[in-house]
């Protein structure tokens, strides 16, 4: 009984919510607007651990449809911390917050004009345990899960600025 009443309520908002403008963000495949702006797209290098975490991220979400010849670069500066947060009274920190940051600029090769300027960033926190290897692993593992949310931000920005651009 309960689903025939959900078929009826889907069937019935079916024609309302198509009339509401949204349409799918990656509609027309591979050539569609998004995928084909994405395949055009070089990742600049990025220095240090954190850097090259994202950098491949980023290349493993869009490299999925790699062709043709490149029309945008991607340049990301990262900033990457780690602060103390829970202290005891004997000042041992206990917690600890890892913050990475990206400022990233989708820049047209045929111009040299900065067409997406934007940031992106996430956190995590870590327990500081008593072995220090055990805390160093936390770190990276921490930072592995923030490499994939800040690429995971960085493509979906970008793909909705192709999504846009293709618009205009």
Do not use: F
């Amino acid at each position: 009984m309960k689903r025939a009443t959900l078929l009826i309520v889907i069937a019935a908002l079916g024609p309302v919510l198509s009339g509401c403008g949204l349409r799918p963000l990656y509609g027309g495949g591979v050539g569609g607007p998004v995928q084909t702006m994405l395949s055009g797209v070089e990742v600049a290098p990025i220095e240090g651990e954190a850097g090259w975490l994202v950098s491949n991220a980023v290349r493993d979400r869009i490299e999925a449809t790699r062709s043709g010849a490149r029309t945008y670069r991607l340049e990301i500066k990262l900033d990457d911390r780690i602060e103390g947060l829970g202290v005891r009274s004997d000042d041992v920190v206990t917690r600890e917050r890892r913050t990475l940051r990206a400022r990233y600029q989708l820049i047209d090769l045929a111009t040299g004009q900065t067409v997406l300027d934007a940031t992106a960033g996430s956190d995590a926190g870590i327990d500081v345990a008593g072995s220090e290897y055990a805390t160093i692993a936390a770190e990276k593992s921490a930072l592995e899960r923030l490499s994939g949310i800040v690429a995971d931000q960085i493509v979906a920005r970008l793909a909705r600025y192709a999504r846009t651009s293709a618009n205009q």
